[in-house]
Nanobody
Framework: QAQLVESGGGLVQPGGSLRLSCVAS????????IGWFRQAPGKEREGVSC????????FYASSVKGRFTVSRDNAKNTVYLQMNSLKPEDTANYFC??????????????WGQGTQVTVSS
C-alpha cells in the first residue's frame, strides 16, 4: 500500500529541537515536490515548508523561517524537517504531502496522518 508516514514528533521544551521524517513506501518521492503542513485544534491548516523534487528550491512560512530547515534524501525516499528554537505556538500536528498548497492537500496523490509536536515547559 503506497503511503507517507511521518515520525519524530514529541514533547519538547521551548527552545528545543526536533527532526521530523516523512517516509514514502510503495512509491518513489523523486518526482514530487513535498510540502510540510501543520494544524492545531481550532486553527487553519498552515503550509510550513516545501521542497522541490531536485532539492534546489525551498519555501518556508514566515513564522518558521530561520528556525526550520527542510531537506530530502531521495535514496532513502525520505524528506526531513529540522525544527530548531521551537516555540509554544509551533504546537500542532505536522504532516507531509506530495504537494505544497495547504488548500489542496487532499487533492494530492499522497498525504500522511501526521505526527504531533508539543512545545511546552
Amino acid at each position: 500500500q503506497a503511503q507517507l508516514v511521518e515520525s519524530g514528533g514529541g514533547l519538547v521544551q521551548p527552545g528545543g529541537s526536533l527532526r521530523l521524517s516523512c517516509v514514502a513506501s510503495g512509491f518513489t518521492l523523486d518526482y514530487y515536490e513535498i510540502g510540510w503542513f501543520r494544524q492545531a485544534p481550532g486553527k487553519e491548516r498552515e503550509g510550513v515548508s516545501c521542497i522541490s523534487p531536485t532539492d534546489d528550491s525551498t519555501f518556508y512560512a514566515s513564522s518558521v523561517k530561520g528556525r526550520f530547515t527542510v531537506s530530502r534524501d531521495n535514496a532513502k525516499n525520505t524528506v526531513y524537517l529540522q525544527m530548531n528554537s521551537l516555540k509554544p505556538e509551533d504546537t500542532a500536528n505536522y504532516f507531509c504531502a506530495t504537494g505544497c498548497s495547504p488548500g489542496a492537500v487532499f487533492n494530492y496523490d499522497y498525504w500522511g496522518q501526521g505526527t504531533q509536536v508539543t512545545v511546552s515547559s
